[in-house]
């Protein structure tokens, strides 16, 4: 999304080229899939997993402890925030904006609901260490929050963004949040609108 909003031609000229993954988008992937399993409802110990070996779209990787440290620090950053007792947690939040416009859909990688606060919190994992990535006014990051916040019925009245990038310096640090009141993302579906309608607009 992050790529179609800034360049709605992008999606027209790329619709026909191969889709190889690289090791790099790969190793991300891989690091997910351990994110995930460590923000299940019995929370395994993911440090049973290094030294083992995975086969990622084609590409081999050992997991070591450079990953199982930034995983393990984007799980403690999600469950820092949440009470069980109390808020809800979804991990892997689908949603579907297609009443927004056809075809728009995603995943969230976790999203904590917080009824006391009317906090909705959507926390993306990024592994990459070459680009910083910014949670404020991020399109895509808003993207994901508001999908959730729409899939949900949330009734929040403020959305956190929190990016977690273990692997590249910040000076704000690994674990980045912003946040911003919910109708500012209502305001955002507008703009969403436009930008994937200029994906299929005729040159």
Known sequence: MYRW??????????????RVSSRYAAEGTLAHRIAQAGLAVDRP???TLLGTKHTVEGHEFEVDADMLRGVQLYLDTVFGTYNQATD???VEHKFDLSAIYPG?????????WRPKERLLVVDDLKFGAGKVVEPERNPQQMYYALGALLAGKYGAENVTL???QPRCAHPKGPVRPWTLPAI???????????????TEAMD
């Open 5 to 18: 909003s800034a360049c709605p031609g992008s999606v027209r000229l790329s619709k026909d080229v191969p």
């Open 45 to 47: 110990d993911i440090q």
């Open 184 to 198: 500012d993302l209502l305001d955002f579906a507008a703009d969403l609108k436009a930008y994937a309608a200029a």
């Open 88 to 90: 809800t947690l979804v």
């Open 104 to 112: 728009l859909y995603g995943t969230a990688d976790a999203v904590t």
């Open 162 to 164: 929190r990016i977690v």
